[in-house]
Structure formats: C-alpha cells, structure tokens
C-alpha cells in the first residue's frame, strides 16, 4: 500500500509561481513513476507531468517550458514547479504513483490562478 500526501497549492495571481510537493509513504519500493494530474471544474482529469525512477520526464504540452517536475534521491518526493501561472491552471491538482501493477492517487490540493 502507498499513500500520497500533496501540499503547496494555494492561490496565486497570474504570472506567478508555485511549488507543488507529493510524499509517498508505505511501500515506496513498488513504486516505478510518479507524477501530477490535474481536474479543471467539469473538466476530465489529465496529466501534468510524469517522472520515471530513472528520471525520465514527460509534459503535456499545455505545460511544457513552464512547469518542471523532479523527484529526490530517495525517490519518495516528487515536486512540480510551476512558473507563469495562468487562469487555465486552475484545477485541483493529484499527485499520482504507479508500480507493480497499482496506481495510487493523493486527496488533491486546490490551485486557483486569479487574473
């Protein structure tokens, strides 16, 4: 079993920054990659950034040269950077784990661009 804890979202204007943090706690060993989703009201959820063990990383491309993803040494915390803020990042944001077959989610944490 892995639990995800999220913090650092909050309300920021637009053209901001922010920093996301996600750790996992439990089996951490299963765990193969990490990355953040995000739910925008009405909306599906979709994938921010993912980040492998070897420290591969993917992007959406709505994201892509703004946010930056990355993990510690001990591979039990995942971060998102995110740079110039806009109203359509607006959206509770999940942090998300898999390995071994399983995927894990966080309970979310809200970020609000205000323009």
């Known amino acids: 079993q892995v639990q995800l804890v999220e913090s650092g979202g909050g309300l920021v204007q637009a053209g901001g920054s922010l920093r996301l943090s996600c750790t996992a706690s439990g089996s951490i060993f299963s765990i193969n990659r990490m990355g953040w989703y995000r739910q925008a009201p009405g909306k599906q959820r979709d994938m921010v950034a993912t980040?492998?063990?070897?420290?591969?990383?993917n992007y959406a491309e709505s994201v892509k040269g703004r946010f930056t993803i990355s993990r510690t040494n001990a591979k039990n915390t995942v971060y998102l950077q995110m740079n110039s803020l806009n109203s359509e990042d607006t959206a509770v944001y999940y942090c998300?784990?898999?390995?071994?077959?399983?995927?894990?989610w966080g309970q979310g944490t809200q970020v609000t661009v205000s323009s």
């Open positions: 980040i492998t063990s070897s420290g591969s990383t």
């Open positions: 998300w784990a898999w390995g071994n077959r399983y995927e894990h």
